[in-house]
């Protein structure tokens, strides 16, 4: 069945400046500088396929707006808003670990956090039945004083307190499937239990010390923080457990009015900032589950903006399959990384990811209906 699939576009994303890098690492290591991990060119390859493969006519355009500067107060400091204004507007900067910035680069996240809220709107409106924000710059890292791993200011958080406060909603459960760990979220609503922050997403990889299966909330929002650090070499396998046996009947037992995916493509295999293994069958069949579940909890309200991947030759395969499995539309066009992907070993869930899982399953008695 198809759906109206709502689309968050807008070419002064790709603008967002992060320099010249080696990787991750500023100009003055002993290594020749180049191009920086967080680049344009993963998102707008992914849209471009869109496009080649005819999906992109048959989506509905949502036009961004900006978020005001209220809107981002609602999750971040204003001494770390003014710190971002100001050297906006002069060369750039360095929002905090690993994020780097350039002039003009405030006003651009305003515009993504602003184009996560578009797609909300467009959702809770009836314009749509869901959407894909694809913003960049990225926020699933962004803390409400700083800045980290390339991203500056916390989108989805953002959008998700601008549908409570100004939109009317109630529950929201976000459920972050990038490779590194949703810390921003974890740290926002780590008190509030009518958000739900669900993170699946490879041991310590990044930020190497958050993420952990004991770290499940606080005082009224005990319980409201589930972490699923699946080891590195997990495949498809190991993520379709978690989502069969922890992220689905989470979802079934917190009931939200809206859920919300940080959508990361950096759990693909071969990504250069990830370990794991995962395929376009893959995301399709986690975004199957996804759309199910919402379909019987929440209207089919299901809002996913843009995260990592930095494989500009996979992730937009990855994300083609995503938008064909929200909109019920399937292309031409196949992902010629599948027969390679799904070959690799260890696909299917090994003994140790298992474990994991056995305790994270334990975490739903945690959460209180």
């Given at each position: 069945?198809?759906?109206?699939?709502?689309?968050?576009?807008?070419?002064?994303?790709?603008?967002?400046?992060?320099?010249?890098?080696?990787?991750?690492?500023?100009?003055?290591?002993?290594?020749?500088?180049?191009?920086?991990?967080?680049?344009?060119?993963?998102k707008r390859r992914f849209k471009n396929l869109l496009e080649v493969s005819g999906l992109y006519k048959q989506l509905h355009q949502i036009e961004a707006y900006a978020a005001s500067e209220e809107d981002i107060l609602q999750v971040h400091t204003a001494d770390y808003m003014n710190q971002i204004k100001a050297l906006s507007d002069e060369i750039g900067g360095d929002a905090g670990m690993l994020t780097p910035f350039g002039k003009g680069s405030f006003d651009i996240a305003k515009l993504a956090a602003g184009g996560v809220?578009?797609?909300?709107?467009?959702?809770?409106?009836g314009k749509v039945d869901n959407a894909y924000a694809l913003v960049r710059p990225p926020g699933h890292h962004a803390e409400p004083d700083t800045g980290k791993g390339f991203c500056l200011f916390s989108n989805a958080s953002i959008a998700a307190k601008y549908a409570q406060n100004e939109r009317g909603v109630g529950k929201i459960a976000f459920i972050d499937w990038d490779v590194h760990h949703g810390n921003g979220a974890e740290k926002i609503f780590w008190n509030d239990p009518s958000v739900l922050t669900i993170s699946i997403h490879q041991d310590r990889?990044?930020?190497?010390?958050?993420?952990?299966?004991?770290?499940?909330?606080?005082?009224?929002?005990?319980?409201?923080?589930?972490?699923?650090?699946?080891?590195?070499?997990?495949?498809?396998?190991?993520?379709?457990?978690?989502?069969?046996?922890?992220?689905?009947?989470?979802?079934?037992?917190?009931?939200?009015?809206?859920?919300?995916?940080?959508?990361?493509?950096?759990?693909?295999?071969?990504?250069?900032?990830?370990?794991?293994?995962?395929?376009?069958?893959?995301?399709?069949?986690?975004?199957?589950?996804?759309?199910?579940?919402?379909?019987?909890?929440?209207?089919?309200?299901?809002?996913?903006?843009?995260?990592?991947?930095?494989?500009?030759?996979?992730?937009?395969?990855?994300?083609?399959?995503?938008?064909?499995?929200?909109?019920?539309?399937?292309?031409?066009?196949?992902?010629?990384?599948?027969?390679?992907?799904?070959?690799?070993?260890?696909?299917?869930?090994?003994?140790?990811?298992?474990?994991?899982?056995?305790?994270?399953?334990?975490?739903l008695n945690n959460l209180r209906t």
């Open positions: 069945m198809t759906k109206k699939t709502g689309f968050v576009w807008q070419e002064i994303y790709m603008w967002h400046d992060t320099g010249t890098h080696s990787g991750v690492l500023p100009p003055g290591v002993p290594v020749q500088p180049g191009t920086h991990a967080e680049n344009p060119e993963t809220m578009a797609a909300i709107d467009a959702v809770l409106d990889c990044f930020p190497p010390d958050s993420g952990d299966l004991t770290d499940n909330g606080e005082g009224a929002g005990a319980g409201y923080n589930i972490n699923i650090p699946l080891p590195a070499g997990s495949g498809v396998g190991a993520y379709e457990a978690a989502y069969d046996r922890v992220v689905i009947p989470a979802l079934y037992k917190f009931k939200p009015d809206l859920i919300i995916v940080p959508s990361g493509f950096d759990a693909g295999a071969h990504d250069p900032l990830g370990r794991m293994m995962m395929h376009s069958d893959g995301y399709r069949s986690l975004t199957e589950k996804l759309l199910k579940a919402a379909d019987d909890l929440c209207s089919g309200r299901v809002v996913m903006c843009h995260e990592g991947g930095y494989n500009d030759a996979t992730v937009p395969f990855f994300g083609l399959a995503v938008i064909e499995t929200m909109s019920g539309i399937k292309t031409n066009t196949d992902d010629p990384f599948m027969a390679l992907f799904e070959a690799l070993g260890g696909q299917e869930l090994q003994p140790h990811q298992d474990q994991t899982l056995k305790e994270a399953e334990k975490l």
